[in-house]
């Protein structure tokens, strides 16, 4: 199993920053994929940035792409999210989560289904 605990979260105002940091124990060896997903009240939980453990291939979120980088540190069994340019609308509890053992299809990285281990999740609120 792999345990995933995310920190980092905040109160920020629009237009600020943020890295967001998901530290992964237990059998790393078996990550195939890290996933950065979001959800706001009411909402459906939403595909934020994916990458691949060893490959690094990064994917983006139509919502995030050009403000939001993904990034990992294998040797450091962690995975970040660095956000840029924060708006209102990106206010939502933000979950890094872990494909284990078997290679994701590029297709279904946005899926939450497709992923087996989850952190319990960071709060990011962003103010106008």
């Known amino acids: 199993q792999v345990l995933l605990v995310e920190s980092g979260g905040d109160l920020v105002q629009a237009g600020g920053s943020l890295r967001l940091s998901c530290a992964a124990s237990?059998?790393?060896?078996?990550?195939?994929?890290m996933g950065w997903f979001r959800q706001a009240p009411g909402k459906e939980r939403e595909f934020i940035a994916g990458t691949y453990w060893h490959g690094g291939s990064t994917y983006y979120g139509d919502s995030v792409k050009g403000r939001f980088i993904i990034s990992r540190d294998i040797a450091k069994n962690s995975a970040y999210l660095q956000m840029n340019s924060l708006k209102p609308e990106d206010t939502a509890v933000y979950y890094c989560?872990?494909?284990?053992?078997?290679?994701?299809?590029?297709?279904?990285?946005?899926?939450?289904?497709?992923?087996?281990?989850w952190g319990h999740g960071t709060q990011v609120t962003v103010s106008s």
């Open positions: 237990g059998r790393t060896s078996s990550i195939r994929a």
């Open positions: 989560a872990a494909r284990l053992e078997f290679v994701i299809l590029v297709a279904r990285i946005s899926r939450p289904s497709e992923y087996d281990a």
